[in-house]
């Protein structure tokens, strides 16, 4: 199930938001302040954050900021959100590290059309570095040695090189007479 973490001061906005992901099966998390949503990241481990860009204490944009610093959180993606009369700079907003932007009040298809796409990249996200992570591990993973099949593989390979060795011996104790 893929969870959203939804960080908006208003609570029409809150219940607004709640509502519509919850109806499409999303599990959703709410906070009322920035500093409270970058505290509750770790645990709540979202795939979507869904903030205000005025939120109180630290805003939508320091979320942003915050989430595209830390390698742990690729996964994250973010839609900022603003009220339909706040002035926002969306070019800002993408510098900031948004995914995506969104005005208030929430209109279901639009939402929706929105986080799809981001949470399946989420998704993706998350599945390409479980990968890496598998794939780390078993590097540091000591191999089990098996004696009799290294014992074999020596055994075969010398096989193979005696007889140029027993040549290269051979011209070299020849050459070494002869002077």
Wanted: with cysteine.
């Amino acid at each position: 199930m893929s969870r959203v973490l939804l960080a908006d001061d208003s609570p029409h906005a809150q219940r607004m938001g709640e509502r519509i992901l919850r109806d499409e099966g999303f599990e959703v998390v709410s906070v009322t302040d920035g500093e409270t949503a970058l505290v509750r990241l770790l645990d709540v481990d979202p795939d979507v954050i869904v903030a205000d860009a005025f939120l109180p204490r630290r805003s939508g944009f320091d979320i942003c900021r915050e989430v595209k610093a830390n390698p742990n959180l690729r996964h994250v993606r973010i839609v900022l959100t603003a009220g339909v009369l706040e002035p926002v700079d969306e070019a800002e907003a993408a510098r900031a590290g948004s995914d995506a932007f969104l005005k208030k009040p929430f209109e279901a298809s639009l939402m929706l059309d929105t986080l799809k796409p981001l949470l399946e990249a989420a998704r993706q996200a998350r599945d390409f570095a479980a990968v890496v992570h598998e794939e780390e591990d078993a590097a540091l993973e000591p191999l089990e040695v098996d004696e009799e099949r290294v014992r074999a593989a020596v055994t075969i390979a010398l096989d193979t090189a005696m007889p140029a060795i027993i040549e290269e011996i051979t011209r070299q104790v020849v050459r070494a007479l002869k002077k």
